[in-house]
């Protein structure tokens, strides 16, 4: 809430012009009229006593001046009608999402940071996870609870449900969060660096479902074209221990599929083949995803007139109070 000063009818305030003139008129304009003034000499030590009342009422007249210029202190506030997006995120955490093309980090560790960037950027939005690899699990529903959400998803880790990619079952989760919102806005962000080869749900049957329910989906495939270095596990035949090694494969990532998921449901495809790009990526989203926001502005007035006026009326009876006490403004 915003505190500030107001005046109702600041055009009193020209009233105050004329104070300099009055006093001018008292010590400098004697031509102008036919006052007289005594010629009894007048000790220093006593002029002011015969001056004060006459400034007295001329101190009264600025305050009722000010006072009737009505000053105020004005409230503002402003109250925030938004209408969110829900939203879900899917992500891919299959093996090939330890690919450390994504220099300092792998694939799956930058997806995760970018991920919550975004959601801690989208505070009027609820917000679910849903990875995926060779089947599909939701780690957090639809949620405003920015702080579980991150902790969430930096608990997401690789080889935590069987290895494969099922991008239909994550899409098919995905809606079926989705599916009873009553949010305006209905989107799925997906992120993948594979190509569909599990799931008993083909990924174009779930984005006729996403369609069907209103739901538009982003994709984004990850990763550099090539033969990438990705982690495996390897078992060491001489010491029994399981060890991990590095191989280089090549990663194929279906863009044509994710296209196509895309354009079904009127959302789009993006290709990140680097963090930056990955984080471009989800800024652009972040920027197609707008959330609807009204904004309305309340102001409220309190007078504060009333020190003013009766300051004014204090100056007025002054010298007659001291009048009363019998100390003499005469010199």
């Known amino acids: ?9 600041p055009a009193w305030l ?17 031509g102008f009229g036919a006052i007289s003034f005594s010629r009894l000499p ?22 009722v001046f000010v006072a009737l210029a009505r000053p105020q202190l004005g409230y503002a506030w402003e109250e925030s009608l938004t209408e969110g997006i829900d939203i879900e995120i899917v992500l891919d955490v299959s093996g090939s999402m330890a690919a450390e093309d994504f220099q300092p980090e792998n694939r799956l560790a930058v997806a995760k940071n970018v991920v919550n960037d ?22 957090a529903p639809l949620t405003g609870d920015r702080e579980m959400l991150r902790f969430l998803v930096e608990s997401v880790s690789l080889n935590s449900l069987p290895d494969g990619t099922a991008i239909g079952v994550a899409l098919a989760n995905a809606a079926s969060r989705l599916k009873d919102s009553q949010a305006e806005s209905k989107v799925v962000v997906l992120v993948t660096d594979g190509v569909n080869n599990a799931g008993a749900i083909d990924p174009m049957s779930a984005a006729t479902i996403c369609k069907g329910l209103g739901i538009r989906v982003y994709t984004i495939g990850v990763g550099t074209e ?21 191989a280089l494969m090549d990663v194929e990532v279906d863009d044509e599929l994710l296209q196509r998921i895309a354009d079904k449901t009127s959302g789009q495809f993006f290709k990140a083949t680097d963090p930056e790009g990955l984080r471009e990526v989800f800024a652009e989203i972040d920027r197609l995803e707008t959330t609807p926001m009204q904004i309305k502005k309340y102001t409220r007035f309190e007078e504060v007139f009333e020190p003013w006026a009766q300051s004014a009326l204090a100056l007025l009876f002054l010298p007659l109070i001291i009048r009363a006490t019998r100390f003499s403004l005469e010199p």
């Open 226 to 246: 090539g033969r990438v270095p990705v982690p495996m596990p390897f078992r060491n035949p001489l010491t029994g221990r399981e060890e991990i090694r590095k």
């Open 14 to 30: 020209l009233g105050l012009l004329l104070l300099p003139i009055l006093a001018w008129r008292r010590h400098g304009g004697a």
């Open 42 to 63: 007048i000790s220093p030590s006593g002029a002011w006593r015969l001056h004060l009342p006459f400034y007295l009422r001329l101190a009264a007249l600025g305050l």
């Open 118 to 139: 975004f959601i801690q950027g989208r505070p009027a939005d609820r917000l679910g996870l849903v990875v995926f690899s060779g089947t599909a699990l939701t780690r």
């Open 1 to 9: 809430m915003t505190v500030f000063p107001h005046l109702a009818h």
